[in-house]
């Protein structure tokens, strides 16, 4: 017997009685209040740092004057040119001297101030993780209201690869003391334009 | 194998006081902030409510949504491998890496990797294993296993951690910075992310629906271990299942604010297909989960995420550190899991817990942890697993507690045993429960004297 076929058989000998499905999960809609100023303040407490609205800046700009010592600025969304241009064929080690990588999340959660971002968003989906700072555009009519409306979208059952980013990569194991930039961004920040 | 003997381990952990402080205050510190998310959200209850069902639904159909997980994982262009136990596992894991060559190997946290001591069996076959979530590093790099489940180095103050990068990565020693040890780490391990030949996370959840996985990380780590390399290896233990994405909601919502009181984990993430140019291989893992759900006191023990709710708030566990109790899974959880894999060796855990049900109710998938911690009590007794001393005490308490005349008599004789007895009579070996506290003052009478003096002929 091969071992797919004997642990499947033992798991089938010894399954307790049948419990009853669950029925479909309610969406429990949040309770009023603007979902932009909860997804604001959400991102703040994870970490995550919002833009100052500045629609007259084009967004290149934006950065330069958001990280002034950046050398390499890698886009993945063709809104923002960047000095290095990111091509199909790039490997992710290539990304190790990013400074700031660039991407527009497909949406945001209220709830925990997250954004979503696939391999058609990231192009290479370690440039969220190798860049030292990351920038996210966001459409602020694209946040939806918890998790459960996060998990309605059709795209999570089709992206190879789908992440919820909240705030930069963070540790707290020694003692407890809050550190952002533990092994991937030093920071997140999320700039609200409209697509 | 000799009985893991809790207590005793404990006692060293206990003398160390700076340490046992701290250990105490910042996993207390993590149930307050829990406490403060949990509240925030007017449905939680239901969501304990939804996830437990959801857990026991599918553990009771686990053959089949196994089966629908594996055929939609292949569908998606995953190798899907089973392991019966630890030795399955660790050769399977083996086997992909020597067959591409891979002798460089990413990983992130993964307490299955642990359950198989798969280190050191990939270590001696040549293959170099990095640990890459900070706690666990730590925990490598002292040769020591994590003592929690979230926070591997929960038990070490900066200090420690101070030597222990000295010693093998470098640091300036004494400098007892944390900041400056984070990113000590974090340069170190930038080269083995950008080098490696492959990448191995763990799993918190797999969907059935979609044949995907989901892992749950804060450092970034974990998506640097599968995005980087061309071999992402995921190990999965067969009770991570869930029918379907609707249901990750519901998981996604308490597993953070369970585990670290924030509302969601920094990165979130989805594996469904390998990228483009890349492979993915899921291997998994039985060992002893199938066994587990046929116990029928013990296996909603399976509905387990992992979140260490239980251990922060179990006073035992906080003042003992999780090493003490010798097993890869410590505190309330850990009691209950471990004898499964050895119960001699661990039947002395069950008795470290003060059954107060705190466990129970921060648990988010319910599972009813402290009755379960008695009924392992009450097999490790007809397994004859009790040492002499518990045995005899339980005895005699036994026959005292039958006999009325004895037990007023017993009650006397200690009264005025504590009073007029010299202290080092009450507080010796003979009395453990004396060693950190004070036994209470006795009555001045017992209830049935002054009931038999006042209420005669009533």
Redesign the interface.
Known sequence: MTSRDAILAAVRANAPPPAPPVPPIPDFAPAGGPLLAAFNERLAAMGGKLAAADDGATLDALIATLFPDAKVIASATPEVRGTRPLAAATAPADLADVDVGVVRAAFGVAETGSVWLSEDELKINALAYLAQHLVVLLDPAHIVGNLHHAYRDPRFATARYAVLVTGPSATADIEGVLIHGAQGVRSLTVVLRPL | MRPVDHAEASSHFIEATAHLE?HDR?LW?LRLKRDREAHRI??WE?LRN?AS??K??T?????DY??QF?AAAKT?GAHVH???DAG?HNQIVYDILAARGAKTLVKSKSMLTEECDMRPFLETRGVKVIE????ER?QQLDDEPPSHIV????H???GD?STVFARTLGSQPGNND??Y???TM?RN??PY???ADAGMTGANFAVA??G?FVVCT????A??S???PKLHIASIG?EKII?R??????F??MLSRSA?G??????????????SGSELHIV?T?NGR??R??M?DF?TSLKCIRCGACMNTCPVYRRSGGLSYGATYSGPIGIIMDPVFDIRKYSQLPYASTLNGSCTSVCPVKINIHEQIYKWRRVMAERNQLPLVKKEAIRIIGKVLSEPRLYRAAISATGLAIEHLPRFAVYNWLNPWGRQREVPEPPKQSFRSWYLKNRTGQ
């Open positions: 701290f910042r510190d007017a449905e239901e939804l069902a959801i026991e639904h553990l009771t159909h686990l053959a196994l089966e594996e998606n089973w392991a019966r399955e890459t979530d900070l706690g730590i926070v591997p180095a929960v070490k103050l900066r951690v944390v900041h040890l984070a990113e974090r391990t930038r992310f950008l080098g629906e979609t995907s804060n450092e970034g780590n998506d640097l599968a995005n980087v067969i029918p994405l609707e249901h990750l909601a519901v996604i919502r670290l924030s509302p969601i984990t920094q990165y979130t993430s989805h594996f469904r297909a390998p990228r998994l039985d199938s066994q759900l046929g029928k296996w």
